[in-house]
């Protein structure tokens, strides 16, 4: 498991960058199941990546009898919420999708959270405040805006959710920003960091380079050397990720 100086490393890093470092080790279909299939916007594309385990909640804002059900359902999540070590990023299922009848999140709701050492969320419903969020330093991806918080209420916390046509268990490593979100097998953490920063290195040195140095070279000599680069790109990738090699 990643400690939080790693942590913290892996946001110097975009989500493209860090979901090369994963393929290059998981054994998992690198096709589906560990990212969102489904649109999600980021609404502080400015904060960059953002990084943290998740914390999972499932509400329904439509259902007025939630609140009802469990009066002291919000103290008893925040109780959930600061049991865990940060940075942590909450994650929220909304039961009314695919409406949108209230949202989790304004300005309240992100102080409070950002107080208890949560770093942003991500949403599969509504967020309202984006100003206010912002001001707090809450960075959150969701599906739209909305005016209301309706019955807004924890109905489920600490359990399995669905968003964005991924699903992300409590505790998940996730890494986050305007591309969308990557949630972590706990499998690969170990050796995700070192990973992401290899196949960063590793564009760096062989294909972009030569991509850059193209200034006055004739077409042909381009294509060589984007050619021999990428053949250098694959045979350092190999080198180290193989069987053989020292993973």
Not at 146 to 169: D, L, M, N
Request: charged share 25%; glycine share 8%.
């Amino acid at each position: 498991m990643m400690n939080h100086s790693e942590i913290l490393q892996l946001k110097r890093w975009n989500t493209p960058t860090i979901y090369n470092g994963w393929e290059a080790i998981t054994k998992h279909d690198i096709t589906k199941d560990y990212f969102n299939t489904e649109a999600v916007t980021d609404f502080m594309p400015q904060m960059g990546s953002m990084v943290g385990r998740a914390v999972t909640v499932v509400f329904e804002p439509s259902n007025p009898d939630h609140p009802k059900r469990n009066p002291n359902a919000w103290a008893e999540y925040r109780a959930y919420v600061a049991s865990v070590e940060g940075p942590k990023i909450v994650v929220v299922q909304d039961l009314d999708k695919p409406n949108v009848i209230g949202a989790f999140w304004g300005e309240v709701n992100s102080n409070a959270h950002r107080a208890l050492g949560c770093v942003g969320t991500i949403c599969d419903g509504a967020i309202r405040d984006v100003d206010e969020m912002n001001n707090a330093g809450f960075h959150a991806l969701a599906r739209r805006f909305c005016v209301g918080h309706a019955h807004s209420t924890p109905v489920r916390w600490g359990c399995e959710v669905e968003v964005f046509g991924c699903k992300i268990q409590p505790g998940q490593l996730i890494h986050a920003d305007k591309h969308g979100f990557l949630a972590i097998p706990p499998e690969d953490e170990d050796r995700l960091l070192e990973a992401s920063v290899f196949m960063d290195q590793n564009e760096c040195r062989t294909v972009i380079d030569a991509a850059r140095s193209a200034s006055g070279r004739s077409k042909q000599e381009i294509l060589d050397a984007l050619n021999e680069a990428g053949a250098r790109f694959n045979e350092n990738t190999r080198a180290k990720f193989s069987k053989e090699g020292e993973w």
